[in-house]
C-alpha cells in the first residue's frame, strides 16, 4: 500500500470496467435538468495505481466542464502525494524519516494524517503501524520481471527494533521520531485520505454526483441523476478477470477494500503479500484474503485504516472491532471463500456464483 511512482503526467486510458478492487456499475443516467450528458470518465496512474474519476451530475453539466474538473482534481493527487510519500525528497514524511529524530515543521493535512495514524495504532493494539517503514523497505511485491524479494532475517530482525508507533512525536505542526532509525509509511491510510480531499474538492465545484476510485479506495458523491442509489460491485479476491463476490448499494459512503491479491508474488509454492504482520515482519496469516469497510462519505481514511487493521487482525477480531464503532460495516473474504458480513450492515447483495 506504498504511495509512490506516480506519474506526473495525467493520463486518459480507455477503461471499460473500473479496475483494483471495486468495479463501479456505470449506468447512462438521465438528467434531472433539461440538458443531458453521458457520465464523464478519466482514469491515470497516479498513487502507484490504476485510479478513476467519474462525474455523473454537476452545475453546468458538460463533457468539457466535468473534464476540466477531474484533470484538476488529478493535480490534487500529485499535491498530496507530494506531502505524503515516503520516497518523494520534497515530502513532509521524507524530511522526518531521514532527520535523524529532528523535529520536522509539516503541513496541516500530513499532521491529521499523521494524527489518525497514531489513533489506530492505540485502537489496534500496535497491530495497525505506520513506523513499519523500515521493514517494507526489505520486501520486494512488485517485481519487474523478476522474483520478489524476501528479506535476510538478520535484517528483518533488526528492522523490527524500529517498528512502534509511540515513537512519533508532536509538538504543534512540528512532528519526530524518538528512534533516529524509525521510518513511516502511510501507505495503510492515505488514499484513503485523498479520496476524501477529492470527494471534498468536488463538492465544494458543484459536482453532486460523483464517484471517485483510487485502486479500491472509493468514494461516492451523492446518488445517480435519476436518484437511485449507485451499486458498487466489491472484489472476488480469487477471480483473474475482475469477477465479484457481491454489490453494495451507496450514496455518500466511502467503501475501502484491503486484499492480499494487491501486491504479491510467489516463491517456492509459497504466496507472500504486501500486509506485514508488525510481530513478524512476513505477511499476515489471519485466514483472510480481503476485507471491505463501508463508512460515511467523508471517513475513508478511516475506512482505509480499518480495512488494513481487520485484514491484519482477522475476522473475528476484525468483526468484533467493526461492531464496536459507530457508523462502520464490513465484508470479509476468507481463504475458502465464505463470506461474512457485521450484523447490521445493509444494501449488501452477495453475487450467486
Known sequence: LRINKMSKKFKVIPVLLLVMSIIISQTACSKKTNQSTDPVQKSGFYLDTVCNLTIYDMKDMSEGNAT?????AYKLCEKYENMLSK??????????????????????ETL??????????????GRFDVTIGQVTDLWNFQPEGGDGKIPEQAALNEALTHVDYKQIKLNGNKVSLSDP????????????????????????????SAVID???????????????DFRIGVRDPFSTDGGIIGVVEAH????????????????????YHHILDVKTGYPVETGLDSVTIIGAGNAGIDCDSLATTCLILGEKEGKKLIE???????I????????????NIKGFEKTNK
Open 68 to 72: 476540466k474538473l477531474i484533470e484538476e
Open 87 to 108: 520516497t518523494r525528497k520534497s515530502s513532509d514524511i521524507y524530511k522526518i524519516n531521514h532527520a535523524g529524530g529532528a523535529e520536522v515543521e509539516c503541513s496541516d
Open 112 to 125: 491529521f494524517v499523521i494524527k489518525k495514524a497514531i489513533k489506530y495504532g492505540e485502537l489496534s493494539g
Open 181 to 208: 532509525k524509525g521510518e513511516i509509511d502511510l501507505g495503510g491510510i492515505a488514499k484513503g485520505y485523498i479520496a476524501d480531499k477529492l470527494a471534498e474538492f468536488l463538492k465544494k465545484k458543484g459536482v453532486s
Open 214 to 228: 483510487l485502486g479500491g479506495n472509493i468514494s461516492v458523491v451523492g446518488k445517480k441523476p435519476d436518484g437511485k
Open 252 to 271: 455518500d459512503k466511502s467503501l475501502v477494500t484491503s486484499g492480499t491479491y494487491e501486491r504479491s508474488f510467489k516463491k517456492d509454492g509459497k504466496v
Open 324 to 330: 464496536s464503532l459507530d457508523g462502520y460495516e464490513a
Open 332 to 343: 470479509f473474504v476468507q481463504h475458502d471463500g465464505t463470506i461474512t458480513t457485521t450484523k
